[in-house]
């Protein structure tokens, strides 16, 4: 089921003066718009200063010829966005680009800060102002306030701030990387023709013919200048990985810490199979979210696969809204079911997760609708009952329709035959990691680092 | 692999004055939009005049909420683009409204003439003047020289005109849906609460929550309006359904002419596993065009289905032009392959058609730079050989690789271990319908209508 | 006071094919946009094809660098427009480029044609149909209907229309201009560099460097083509240029008809002092429809002017309107008086006209509203007491207060201490013409062609 | 001759919270766009929080009707401006909204300070950070950092700024109007139905409106609040008001300080004829720059006037560059001469400023070539010989032809016949203001507050 997430990054650090490096970064971009559909942003040094364009909607909406034939240079990060913070005006779109007594500095920001809300607050009394409603900007003011090097003042304030972060930060001389000691979210770096790039996923590499190198470790900060890569490693802490990088967000072809998420979530299908079997005719997977885990499925059970549910790939970010009339035929726009492949048949329909289950509930009605005489809903991961504090937008508990209702309050709900949800033990065994290397606040509650009293995320942009 | 179609048709003739009939047309255009990209419009008639907005761009572009409230009336007919006679400037967006003795006319037009550059060289000899180089222009005029009644000036021109054609009319208070004799086109009838709906494939009713009724006759003129449904019935001629629609065009989750469209692509992919058997590991689709094809192939030959290629969904028209270093990755922008799954495998490729077989080359390079041991391309339908008159843009036959090359060396052009392609009686029985009533020209050069000499349809736009 | 007229028109034929005849015929519509601000539009031919840009707005709006630089060629005609008939939509843009036996026709118009009408049900009953409802495409559609040579047809088609048209039309290798032989709308000749321009007003010629020549005579139709100029020459008829040109419609700078309008509306000014002189402190012009008038009458009366008037002009096309509150205000958005100037002042307002009187009221209200003394209305035309047929829009008789008022109601309406208005006399002494070979229906009713009823000029659109 | 200037600004604080606050700033904008037109913008505050929209472009290019409807509330502050210090980016357009410890906070700008640079520097030193290169900035950032009431925090910071700064400020219940103790740039105060106004000249009142209630006076902070206004008057300095916003500036319907502008213009215009008198047969203005002086030179000189430059209105922001051939041609698409009334005659050019002469010396030639027999040019200002440092674009010393040229020179540089300047003590005359009130650094190097090195100013956007 669709969540939003918070965002997409990509740095080059090019090995010489390159006229094209804001169409290498648009290119990547492309790669990693499905973390981000809200706005897109790519800032470039030249080495003097630092230029950039940004503005609301996909990187095709945003950027037009000139604006990349402006922005020549040798060190240049792009971002996509969807907003977690920060309503959606242009002026959060990234990256932020400000100036302070060290001269201008760009900064790209995925994931989600938990004491933001304070940092800034505290930096207010001290006379910061803000243009924004973002976290990057507090990450801004905190590096304006240090009278240290880029790379100790950077140091100095992910010992300040807590949460999800994965960053790029550019100076007109250096780009600098830096992972949370958590590793909530992926970061990675690769190089082509001498040039290194870095990416929230591998798979933007491929479209820009750069070869993998290694992930940024969790609590790392890489440095690329003009000598050459260093690092520092902050004090270790418990790596989390997010889970649901695996289950929804990341790209299938992409590796995440060196774990592939198609494999992923083939194996989440398979265990899913194993862990509900189900007397059935054919998998349907709803598309794109379920289309993995309902080949895995298919593998497993033997069940033959269909393509039952068809996905309209035009309804986009400026679709009118339905008047009442067909407002009412539900999903229908964006999904259509294909009837004779669905009628009469006992159908299996997966998908990677349920969020308030009304979406589910309209698919599962129109699938019966077909003449389907039974729909077996197998979702591929476990209940969600939390919300996350580190960048997924899954709103308040209330809204989660696992955090209080027992899977057959579900079922019931969604009108399914039957429901089946992946183990949290199943799923762990799917990503082939360490239960304690991730992150799965979302399914048991267990949060890596202390989170602000539930609402207190949204308070940015209230206030 | 992608081809170039002609265009989509919807037409509503509601049973009240009703404020959102363009809304009505603008979600059911939604669902005909993989049948032209380029341009898109609207014209609905008030029982006084008829109103229109076209543009160019794709459906969610061309429409401003404000440009579908401007729009209300009674009857109304949509279209989507693509051009294949006619360059892609406004002035030919559809629908094309003109004004003559008898009033306003509204035409939509899927399809290509064969005979329209004679017909239009008579016309203007006899004082025609032409706005547009759409040979729908040359139906109209045909029209608006006739004196009898609309319904009687349709069916003269009918007499007139050769080749495909599906059209809708629309004058102030009728409806008109026009099938040519062969039935090239798809074309069906549907209803709502009373009112009726034409449209090329039925997808476009359950997004709009109509129900099938029936599909127009090849050669049938069907008339609404105030008093009902009326119909005419042109001479019989030889049916001669387009079978690429059953290939390529249509949605999976159409049915045309009674067929199931998915049914016919799973089957063809059934059929060329057993036409064509192969040992290997793993059936890898082109996405989208290879899908249902592949997992036809899947089934029937019982090797697993994976998702070796992800297809990036955000590359659109307003793309810039890569660089060259960027434009030297090929297909990669658009198709990535996923490493880890095809590394060490044996891959069938399946898809549904090779058209010049540039891209099908760099795919297969592409998996086997990735490790593939084996690639093994496996193609839903036979070989194209000739040229098509009837509205897909195939260009000329120097150009399709299949009219002087034979399957070997196809084979060693595209790189492939094995190259099998689908017999016609092998697509013909996917289909479930008799040869004789299929278009087969493009593979066997039996064209069903006179053509002009080679090169002669793209006269209209050079003269 | 504002009215709207119909178009300006500019060709060049240019002597060496021309990359920048389009920039050239670009810089010239920005002298003529006075006289159409709604659309605009440039047709080029490269001695092949017409290709052409058009849309709705002003020349800086409507044209980018890229549409000018993609227009290469060596004949090229443009057109600013505001609608006479036919709406003002894009599809009435002109130049109208149409497709006929012979070819390519592009035409643009300035004027109005009383018979249009007719001849449209005419050809339409003869078969035609047409795309816009401008009456630019019934020439158009005569000339298509002959099949004699392009100059020959042109001579038939002006045999048959009537009113007032100044033409350019545009083959693939020639540019030919004509003149109503009334000669309703100016029309004149220029070169540059072995180039021709012809041009509505030849302030179009100063601003490409070109010098005059001569006026394209009532009833001459000039031939441009690569073997030089040539000319036909029509009938006679009665001469009858419309004296509005000079009273409100040129630019001051112009020469038309070898008259300038400067000195027209100066001495129309000054003959209006020594008609209705007035002891008064103060010449205060409309601003600047009555600029040149005021100082006229300034210098006869010896009356010192101010500028008590002083006109926004940021107020454009895209102006949003303005709520109840701000339209109480009145005229003052656009027209703000000096008060300082005004206060305890006998003032003598100047304008060129009077159409509805609505706004010369809010004026006079507004000056007393400033402590204006008295305010003596002085205008330098006659009342306008008849519709125009040829291309004014004065809309219908009733909407003009002098055609039931005589000068005393009118004067208590606008709330005036006096009113004058210049005599015919007057103005026919002002140009330094002869009466009879001016249009001045709108002051004595004397129509220099028949013309249609009352009313009958709006039935294009509203059919 | 054109100089651009920084700003114009326009505040309400309505009676009651009002729906129409942002249409109201919207159409008094309109009345200022004369003081900057490259961007445009509202913020308003509803009592909770501000909103804002801007953009680069004319308040009619930059204001949707969407755009202001989103905007109501019970404070609101406008700016158009024209950059000064700050490229033209669209983040360096106001009014600029910055989040702080006490709450949101809105400020609008016009003038420059001439330490900006030093108080950023100390800012940057102690941690701040910058997003805009504007020194607006600098003065949220000094406000930020007081923990005193906003209306102390900003007595404060005038404290510290130095230069020319006419201020809005807005929090979500107050708004403030600040004048620096120069007295540089004009600010005035009105009011509608209990409701406050202030704006940077007095025309905005009229056009929505307001009655001029007084001036807010130089070094006066006044707070328009629920409980009403409130005055703080800072220790009080050299009154220097810009002798240039009567000369150039100011819409000539302008009130500044209680002095007419309009008036003042003519006094020039007068007294400049006194001190330079010339035998001659026609007083021409530079339109519009010289229209008011040349009236009050003819006045007294009794020469006629006659508008012999006529200016093209639609030579806009998004103008084509012209190709060489036409650029050849000068001025000439912006200005055309009146031949026949220029041609044999004696000419006296009147304008209200030389800067380069450039375009000075392309007039007196298009005259000449148009048969003028003299060009006597007479300037309503004296000589400018310094360089401005609060606000005007006069650039460097070097570029002002007066700065190390003598009259001579000048003449001989422009090709006049003869050159009359008018004196220091003649304008100061024309004002009626004490000489000692004035600032006239531009023309005698005096400047009313010490100023940075040559140069220093540009500082801001190229460190």
Chains 1, 2, 3, 4 share one sequence.
Not at 91 to 102: E, G, I, M, T
Not at 413 to 435: H, N, Q, W
């Amino acid at each position: 089921m669709p969540m939003r997430e918070a965002c997409g990054l990509l740095g080059v650090f090019s090995s010489q003066f390159d006229g094209s490096i804001a169409k290498t970064i648009y290119y990547g971009l492309f790669a990693l718009q499905h973390r981000g559909q809200e706005s897109a942003g790519i800032a470039v040094s030249d080495q003097n200063s630092i230029r950039y364009h940004k503005g609301l909607g996909l990187v095709s909406e945003v950027f037009k010829e000139e604006d990349l034939e402006r922005l020549g240079g040798r060190i240049a990060i792009g971002h996509v966005r969807y907003s977690t913070t920060g309503s959606n005006s242009l002026s959060n779109a990234q990256p932020l680009v400000v100036k302070y007594h060290s001269g201008e500095l760009a900064i790209a920001h995925n994931g989600n800060l938990v004491n933001a809300y304070e940092l800034r607050n505290e930096l207010e009394q001290n006379g910061a102002m803000f243009h924004t409603t973002t976290d990057s900007e507090v990450i801004a003011a905190l590096i304006a306030r240090s009278h240290k090097s880029l790379t100790e003042a950077i140091f100095e304030c992910t010992e300040r701030i807590q949460g999800a972060y994965s960053l790029l930060l550019m100076s007109k001389d250096k780009l600098i990387a830096v992972r949370d000691p958590n590793g909530f979210r992926p970061l990675c770096i690769g190089s082509y023709n001498g040039s290194y790039v870095v990416a929230s996923e591998n798979v933007a590499f491929d479209t820009i013919g750069a070869t993998f190198i290694r992930d940024v470790e969790p609590g790392e900060i890489v440095i690329f200048e003009e000598s050459g890569l260093s690092s520092i490693k902050r004090r270790s802490s418990r790596r989390s990985l997010c889970v649901f990088e695996f289950v929804y967000f990341a790209r299938p072809d992409s590796m995440i810490d060196q774990v592939s998420v198609y494999q992923t979530r083939w194996k989440a299908g398979a265990i899913l199979a194993q862990e509900h079997p189900v007397d059935a005719d054919l998998v349907v997977a709803v598309p794109d979210s379920g289309n993995v885990a309902a080949i895995g499925f298919s593998d497993f059970s033997h069940i033959p696969m269909g393509m039952g549910l068809i996905k309209n790939r035009y309804i986009g970010r400026t679709f009118i809204q339905p008047s009442q009339r067909i407002r009412n035929l539900g999903v229908r726009l964006k999904l259509n079911p294909l009837r004779e492949l669905i009628n009469a048949k006992r159908i299996v329909l997966v998908d990677d997760s349920i969020v308030r289950g009304t979406t589910m509930g309209q698919i599962v009605k129109m699938l019966k609708d077909c003449g389907a005489k039974e729909v077996h809903v197998r979702i591929s991961s476990p209940p969600i009952t939390h919300s996350c504090y580190f960048g997924i937008d899954t709103s308040t508990r209330k809204e989660l329709i696992a955090s209080d209702n027992n899977i057959e309050s579900i079922r019931e709900f969604i009108g399914a035959d039957s429901l089946g949800y992946l183990s949290v033990e199943g799923l762990v065994r799917a990503t082939g990691m360490r239960k304690e290397d991730l992150c799965l606040a979302c399914f048991i509650g267990d949060y890596p680092v202390e989170t602000p009293r539930e609402g207190k995320k949204y308070l940015f942009e209230k206030r």
